[in-house]
């Protein structure tokens, strides 16, 4: 994800760091929260859970050259120096609308965990799939135990890219390998039983 510290050069391939200028322009914006770390993606999406940040938002990142090529490549648009952002109503959002695992398992996928957006910011750089989809979105999609699915929005006006929603389906080959795992053990331990048994029987008989 981020850089675990703010003066370590590790960044996740992809995004760019914000310059001195562009914190200082924002600074008097109490709306706007830069993340420097992992930490403060996860602050932020706990806080606007539960209420303490209403209308913010977090900026994650530029979108460098490379990355933008690929967007560019598979969808036509150029996205090149693009803000990515979350914001804490659209993390209520994606709650609320994916978040109950009874709702989403009837639909054939897995109810979105906190976890799951803090990771938004590596679904967009190292995506497996993206595609265009109406209304100025992007579909980005990873396999992370499951097909997880950033539904973005493109704003030219403002050169951003910011979570929409998320869902995620099932992982299918996962849940058939963990299936047959516990069917191989029950038939595991039901011929143990079974020979337990007999063996008991044979000391039996054999005491008699």
Same mark, same amino acid.
């Given at each position: 994800?981020l ?8 960044k996740? #391939?992809g995004?760019e760091?914000?310059?001195a200028?562009?914190i ?7 709306k706007? +929260?830069?993340a $420097?770390?992992d930490s403060?993606?996860?602050?932020? +999406?706990?806080?606007? /859970?539960n209420?303490?940040?209403k209308?913010?938002e977090?900026?994650?990142g530029?979108?460098d050259n490379?990355l933008?090529q690929? +967007? /560019? ?6 996205l090149s ?10 993390v209520?959002h994606?709650f609320?609308k994916h978040?109950?695992s009874?709702?989403?398992?009837s639909?054939? @996928? @897995?109810?979105i965990?906190a976890?799951?957006i803090?990771?938004?910011?590596e679904?967009?750089?190292?995506f ?10 992007l579909?980005f999609t990873k396999e ?7 539904v ?7 050169r951003?890219l910011s ?6 389906r099932i ?5 058939q390998?963990?299936?047959a795992k516990?069917?191989?053990q029950?038939?595991?331990?039901d /011929?143990g039983?079974t020979s337990?048994? $007999?063996? @008991?029987?044979?000391? #039996?008989k054999? @005491?008699?």
């Amino acid at each position: 994800m981020l850089e675990k510290n703010v003066d370590d050069d590790k960044k996740l #391939k992809g995004l760019e760091r914000y310059s001195a200028r562009d914190i200082e322009n924002w600074k008097e914006n109490e709306k706007i +929260i830069v993340a $420097k770390s992992d930490s403060d993606v996860e602050d932020f +999406i706990k806080n606007s /859970l539960n209420g303490n940040i209403k209308f913010g938002e977090m900026r994650l990142g530029r979108i460098d050259n490379g990355l933008a090529q690929r +967007i /560019l490549n598979e969808t036509g648009v150029n996205l090149s120096g693009y803000s990515l952002l979350v914001r804490a109503d659209d993390v209520r959002h994606v709650f609320n609308k994916h978040g109950s695992s009874k709702d989403e398992n009837s639909r054939g @996928q @897995q109810a979105i965990t906190a976890r799951d957006i803090e990771i938004f910011p590596e679904v967009i750089a190292d995506f497996d799939l993206v595609r265009k989809g109406e209304n100025n979105t992007l579909l980005f999609t990873k396999e992370v135990s499951g097909k997880l699915t950033a539904v973005s929005i493109y704003a030219n006006g403002r050169r951003s890219l910011s979570l929409k929603t998320m869902y995620k389906r099932i992982d299918r080959s996962a849940t058939q390998a963990a299936n047959a795992k516990r069917s191989r053990q029950t038939s595991k331990n039901d /011929l143990g039983g079974t020979s337990d048994n $007999k063996i @008991q029987t044979s000391n #039996k008989k054999s @005491q008699e």
